[in-house]
């Protein structure tokens, strides 16, 4: 592995952090750039530039009953983050949050699944 990356210095070693199958394919640039022209179009159009209250930011999270992979992946060198898909696991407790432009929260939803 050693003589590997003596002769690909643009590579290097990293932890890579854990994604879903769906996120792997579709986080591309292009499909991140064209949800966010569509959501300025729908923020303009309803005049929410003065409203921040209606508009919600939603995220969720999951964790599995096995510990995360610390299995080093090769890259490119300057990389921030790279993604590994997630493994399935029989137990997952998923948490879902939601907060608002203004800072008002919704109580967070937890989902337990036990296989």
Sequence with gaps: MRAFK???PELTSQTADSLDKA???GATPESIGA???LYKALYVKHNLEEKPHPIYNCDE???GDEPRSREKVLCQTGRKHVYQQQQTTKEHITVHCCVNASGDTIPPF??????
């Design 23 to 25: 996120r792997v394919h």
């Design 6 to 8: 003596a002769r690909h």
């Design 61 to 63: 999270t999951g964790f």
């Design 35 to 37: 949800f966010f022209q």
């Design 110 to 115: 937890i989902m337990w699944d036990l296989g």
